[in-house]
Each structure stands twice: as C-alpha cells, then as structure tokens.
C-alpha cells in the first residue's frame, strides 16, 4: 500500500534506477553535495522512524552503497534521539565508498561502534534479532540489477526467519528497481520508506508485495533538478484526485450533471447491465439512460428504479441493432455513451457496436464486449481519437491486439503508454496497479484497491464511474484517474470492516458515497 501525503503535493513521480542517478548527479552538479543528499534522506528516514514508530532498540543492516551510507546516518539519528542502536557492516568500512564512509565517520566520532559482520558472526545475528523491535534495512538500494549471493543472501535469509518488523530503506534488499519481477532472495519489509521518488518495484507485482507500507520521505533536492526529472510514471496523490472532481453547482438540475447512455447486457448478463448504471448513478450523473436487449427491460426496471430504460431489438437475447425512436432521441441528448459490459460478443452485436461508435460523436467509455467488437477491427478506433477511453483487462487487450495477456501484464506500463499514443486515446488497463495510458505518453498508476476488486462485475461500476464523472464535466483523463482511484479506494474502505474476499459489485456500489464524501473533504 501507497501511503498517501496529506499537503498540497498533487502526484508522485515514479523513477527508474537510471532516473535516479541522474537526478542525483545533476542534484551534485547544482552544488548539492552529495553527503547533504545522503544526510538530508538518512534525517527524514529517522524522523518518520521516531515518530511512527517510537522503536526502544534497533539493528540497523549497513550495505556497501550509498542506501548503506543512508543507513549510517539513520543510526545516528536514531542514537541520538535515545535509541539503543546496534550498527551492523556488511562491508568494511575502507570499501562503503566515499560519501558512506564520510557518514560512518560521523556515526563513530558520535561515539557508536559498528561491527563488521562476517560470516562465522551469523548466529550472533540471530541472537540480535531476538533482542531488538525493530530491524532497518539498508543493504541494497534501487541500484542492484542481479540476485543476491554469499553473506548478504544468508543476512537476507536470516532477517526474514526473524520475524523482527522491518523498516527498508528506498527498497526491500534484494529487489530489483525497476520492474516488478523477482531475482532471487529479498527482505520482506513492513515498511518501505522511498526517497523522495517512487520506483516500479514499489507498484508492480510480486515485488511490491515485499514493499509493506510505502511511504515517501523528503530529500532535499534543489526544485530545479525536481522540476526537470524525466519520469516513468506517475501516481496521484489525495490532493490531486480531489481536483479532479467535476464541480456541482448548487442550482444544478438533473441537465447541469450530465446525460449518460449506457448500452449494456444480455441473456444470462444483465448484472453487468445494473453495476454500469450504477457507477454512472452513484458519479453524480444527472440521467441515466439503459439501452439493452428487449427482453431483459422488465429485470432492470425492477433493479434500476433511479434509471431510464430502453428496450432493443435482440435475437434470443443479444442486441441485433439499435434502430429505436426513443435511442435516437437518448443518443443526440447524450453527454457521454458507454458501451460493452455484459453485451454479448454475437458477429451481429459487434457490427451495430462498430456503426454505433461511428455515429456517435461525444466522449466514449468502451468496456469488456465493447472492445471485443474491435477485434480485427482496431483501426477504426482512430477515427474517434480524442473521444475516447478503453478500460480493458490484460486478457482483453491482449484479444484486441492478438498479443499474449501475459506479456502485456508484465509489461503493463509500456504497453498503457504505447496504446493510448499510438491510438490517440485514454487506455484504463485493469490490474493491481491500473495503468491508465494517456494520448500524451504519460501513465498515471493508481494505487488504491485490493484483491476484492478480482470479482465479476466490479470492473462494470467502474466504467459506469468514468462515465458519470465525464457526464458532471471531468476531463476524460481526470474521469479516469478518479474513477480508477475511488473505485479501489471503495474496495479498501469495505475492507476495513469486513473481509476483501467477500465483496462483491453490490457492496462496492453501496461503499461509494462514504468515499465520495471522503475525497470531497480532502480539498
């Protein structure tokens, strides 16, 4: 989990170990030192420790770069400040580099002892971990790009049979920066404490679930530097998601707060059909219109008393077409349309999606059977760029591109972006974390939600939500991120009180108006 700052910061910035050490190396060519960077991250490191976290004794684990060198300074911190510190050298200290051993230097003229740990010393790192509330982990930073070996694999090994709560410096030792995947042995951690900038590893799955807690801590980089890094992503934060609120005037009527058409379900589907106009619903949308196969109009308007529906010329239960006086009406008055959840992937369905995405010339949500029906047929969906936003899963992205799900999963960043500029559209790639690709290049990675969200139909309230929020006035990028964002905020906040394997579409639904007025406060 993404701890979530409470100032006026909008978004973090997700760095790649390269990013990092340019960011560095231009902070140092401003005339930062580089032991004034190591100092300032080692102080806010210890800061948070201290007033978090009030540890009594603490092994502090000191690697040989400069995450070493942060460390070094967390253990004077915390020394001075009363703490009983144990500081622990997996390196001599004639081998940490320049800038740790300025910093250990520091540490022993203060008057502590580091010990230098060997590998005949691993049992009485045992007995030290039974001794201590707390383990800091500052062996590897984002820096290591190969799997641990020899001592710092069996110190790894050792910190996590120790069941000591762990605190890791930028990363959990062991983790690679920059992507998700896992090279060999790392620290299990209750708590990461970035500096100053995300990196991959803190988001993409297995690797962030090694992360614990995440939160950022300052560095105190020159705002020149900070102003021009080049990100990987970036991932909002409370401030930003409450801006991207539409506004509610309050002499709005149902015509101020938009019109949604949401065309969805079939025989065996009309859940999917409900949990969309629900979303739509529950954003704030002034009309909802259900436009969906004649036979399943009695069902909704049973279930949806607060939409309006419209029934559909079908062929046992799957829309043929959508030739109706009252649609034509609903479609000119719309707002927004939202196709796909729960429609069917019958040939004929997919070509009276195809001439309907044609026509239309608002803002539209393409979801699930929606996006099957562009399956062979993915030009076509230049010809509404600008007005448009995906929200598929990997699996069916991967149909949509004849591409395998996995790749695309493993590769998710890259490929939000790749899609969303080369088609001219917001892409809302599904998944923990959601990679939502914009037309410019850039990724937001939402950071919000739990495995609650693996049920069928919550992905349904979720483009109900984006097209609600578009209806009220936002921005299709900012519905994205705000829907994608409050939709597992819901999952989160069902979760508190009861269990996530629980929840299913109707709860989350019934959550949302707690979140919502949760976000409107954070402005």
């Keep these: ?83 009983d510190v144990e500081t622990l050298l997996l390196q001599p200290g004639d081998r940490l580099g320049e800038t740790s051993s300025a910093m250990l230097d520091r540490l022993e003229r203060a008057g502590a002892r580091p010990l230098l740990l060997e590998t005949d010393g691993l049992a009485d790192l045992d007995a030290l971990f039974g001794a201590v509330d707390r383990v800091v982990d500052a062996i590897f930073g984002s820096g290591l790009s190969r799997p641990v ?127 969309a106009c629900r979303g739509a619903l529950r954003a704030g949308a002034g009309l909802v219109h259900l436009a969906t196969p004649a036979s399943l109009n009695r069902i909704v308007e049973v279930a949806l008393p607060e939409a309006i529906t419209i029934p559909l010329p079908e062929d046992d239960g799957r829309l043929v077409s959508v030739d109706d006086p009252r649609f034509e009406e609903a479609l000119k008055a719309a707002d927004v349309l939202a196709v796909g959840p729960g429609l069917s992937r019958a040939t004929v369905t997919g070509r009276a999606v195809r001439a309907l995405i044609e026509r239309f010339e608002g803002p539209i949500v393409l979801d699930a059977d929606g996006l099957v029906a562009f399956q062979g047929h993915i030009e076509t969906l230049r010809r509404a760029a600008g007005r448009l936003i995906l929200t598929p899963h990997p699996g069916e992205l991967a149909r949509l591109l004849s591409e395998d799900p996995e790749r695309i999963d493993a590769d998710r960043i890259e490929t939000a972006r790749g899609f969303a500029r080369e ?101």
């Design 423 to 523: 088609h001219g559209l917001v892409l809302v790639l599904k998944g923990r974390p959601t990679a939502i690709g914009l037309p410019d290049g850039n990724v937001i990675l939402n950071p919000t939600g739990n495995s609650g969200l693996a049920t069928g139909g919550t992905g349904d309230v979720l483009t109900g939500l984006i097209a609600g929020f578009v209806a009220g006035g936002a921005p299709l990028a900012d519905a994205a991120v705000l829907s994608a964002y409050v939709h597992g905020l819901a999952a989160e906040a069902y979760a508190r009180d009861r269990s996530e394997r629980s929840m299913v579409p109707s709860d989350l639904t019934e959550v949302l108006p707690t979140v919502l007025r949760e976000v409107e406060t954070w402005g």
């Design 1 to 83: 989990m993404i701890g979530q700052g409470s100032g006026e910061t909008i978004e973090r910035l997700v760095l790649t170990s390269a990013g990092q050490r340019a960011l560095d190396e231009a902070a140092v060519a401003a005339g930062v030192p580089s032991a004034e960077l190591m100092e300032s991250a080692g102080r806010s490191a210890a800061d948070w420790i201290l007033e978090r976290l009030a540890p009594a004794r603490v092994a502090v684990l000191v690697g040989p770069g400069g995450n070493g060198g942060d460390g070094l300074v967390v253990a004077r911190r915390l020394a001075d400040a009363g703490v």
């Design 149 to 275: 070996g020899g001592l710092y694999r069996e110190v790894i090994g050792r910190v996590n049979a120790s069941n000591v709560p762990v605190v890791s410096l930028d990363l959990p030792s062991g983790l690679p920066s920059d992507h998700g995947k896992l090279l060999g042995p790392a620290v299990q951690a209750d708590v990461t404490l970035a500096m100053e900038f995300l990196k991959p590893a803190h988001l993409l799955f297995p690797a962030s679930g090694l992360c614990g807690n995440v939160a950022v801590v300052p560095v105190a980089y020159p705002r020149t530097v900070t102003s021009k890094v080049e990100s990987l992503a970036r991932v909002p934060e409370r401030m930003g998601i409450t801006r991207r609120l539409p506004r509610r005037r309050p002499d709005g009527h149902k015509g101020t707060f938009g019109r949604v058409l949401i065309v969805a379900g079939s025989v065996g589907m009309t859940g999917a059909a409900i949990f």
